[in-house]
């Protein structure tokens, strides 16, 4: 079993195109790295497809643009039919590629606004709509070829039939000291922030029952990302 089908360009995904979900046909490897806020998965994920050449998916991008655009649009993120029409009223399209996933709503890149106090606060409300996960669902489920994905629930609702899950913990101490070095903000706050996060997420953030649990809060990145391509070569997807 090999990971293969990378591709060195980037290519566009958009509300509409054709749907494929097979998470494991012939030359196409999904590999799903799920965990809660700031567990690394996106950092390791993306190494991950670094190594492998193929490209990386954040699904949680696709919740980000959903709540910076409600915020943008100064509408009410608890209002399930008002996400959805903004949802659909904008163009917005996940260009997957080797270099890492782009946002784009009506061609405007609006990748580098996603990661903000503002949109974290609203983000998991956004999220807890069913339609809304809909939404994200059916767009990744479009992305062809091979790629890394990360998020909550790719390993169980996106990309049930994943060849290779991996599920990423530790504590919400840990995760906290990770991202205060990210952003400016204390320690505590943060921590509270992230375990305020854990609860909103809860339900979406059932581990897959056969992925392959990573504790990372003695490793460094790296020695995560070792871990995962070691579960892969062990059963030979490298
Ligand atoms: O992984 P992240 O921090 O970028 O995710 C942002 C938010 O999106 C997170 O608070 C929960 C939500 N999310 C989700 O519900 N399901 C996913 N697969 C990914 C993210």
Redesign the pocket.
């Known amino acids: 079993m090999n990971v293969q089908g990378g591709r060195g360009g980037a290519s566009m995904v958009e509300a509409g195109a054709n749907a494929d979900t097979e998470d494991r046909g012939p030359g196409r490897n999904v590999i799903t790295l799920?965990g809660p806020?700031?567990s690394g998965?996106?950092s390791a994920a993306r190494l991950v497809a670094g190594r492998l050449g193929i490209p990386f998916v954040?699904?949680?991008?696709?919740?980000?643009v959903a709540?910076y655009l409600v915020e943008e649009m100064h509408g009410d993120p608890n209002d399930e039919g008002v996400v959805v029409r903004i949802l659909t009223e904008r163009r917005v399209r996940l260009v997957p590629s080797v270099a890492g996933d782009r946002i784009l709503v009506d061609g405007r890149d609006v990748t580098a606004a996603?990661?903000t106090d503002a949109?974290?606060a609203v983000?998991?409300a956004?999220?807890?709509h069913r339609r809304v996960?809909e939404w994200?669902r059916n767009r990744l489920r479009e992305i062809p070829g091979s790629f890394v994905i990360?998020?909550?629930?790719?390993g169980t609702?996106?990309f049930p039939d994943a060849r290779h899950k991996f599920y990423l913990t530790a504590s919400a101490e840990v995760r906290a000291r990770r991202r205060v070095g990210e952003r400016s903000a204390d320690l505590a706050s943060v921590a509270d922030a992230i375990r305020r996060?854990d609860r909103?997420?809860a339900a979406?953030?059932v581990p897959a029952e056969d992925a392959v649990h990573v504790e990372t809060g003695e490793l460094t990145l790296e020695q995560v990302v070792d871990r995962v391509m070691e579960a892969l070569s062990e059963v030979g997807a490298v």
Do not use: E, I, P, T
């Open positions: 799920d806020a700031a998965k996106s954040s699904s949680g991008l696709l919740y980000r709540a996603l990661h949109v974290d983000v998991s956004v999220a807890r996960r994200v990360d998020g909550r629930d790719m609702a996106v996060r909103l997420d979406q953030s």
